[in-house]
């Protein structure tokens, strides 16, 4: 299900590139546990072009149609143990959502202080 960001427009998405390429030039771009790690550089780029001229749903869609997403990982089990279980099939949507919703977010704010908006309703 794709995000209602009812203020997702050019200037946000400009916001939200700035925010989305400081944090991959300091390294800190998130790219959660599921993603492989060989997917992380094209990730990064997909995630970069959902916020000039996509969504979160293309995003989702995108990673989950190029296989980025582990198909198995590690678990704890209640023994202490460690066992292996697949990947649920919604994992692509929650990488999407959560990460283009919080550049959205940061985006939004960068945005406002830029316009001297002291106060976001979210």
């Given at each position: 299900m794709?995000?209602?960001l009812l203020n997702l427009d050019n200037k946000?998405?400009?916001?939200?590139?700035?925010?989305?390429?400081?944090?991959?030039?300091?390294?800190?771009?998130?790219?959660?546990?599921?993603?492989?790690p060989e997917a992380h550089g094209d990730y990064a780029g997909l995630l970069r072009q959902a916020a000039v001229e996509h969504d979160d749903g293309w995003?989702?869609?995108?990673?989950?149609?190029?296989g980025m997403m582990k198909t198995?990982?590690?678990r704890a089990t209640p023994s202490g143990g460690m066992t292996l279980v697949k990947v649920g099939a919604n994992a692509p949507d929650m990488l999407a959502e959560g990460e283009f919703n919080r550049f959205y977010m940061r985006g939004l704010c960068?945005?406002?202080?830029?316009?001297?908006?002291?106060?976001?309703?979210?």
């Open positions: 794709r995000l209602e946000t998405r400009s916001e939200m590139v700035k925010e989305i390429d400081s944090d991959r030039r300091a390294g800190k771009l998130y790219m959660g546990k599921l993603l492989r995003l989702a869609d995108t990673i989950r149609r190029g198995h990982t590690e960068a945005r406002a202080l830029a316009e001297g908006i002291d106060k976001l309703v979210i």
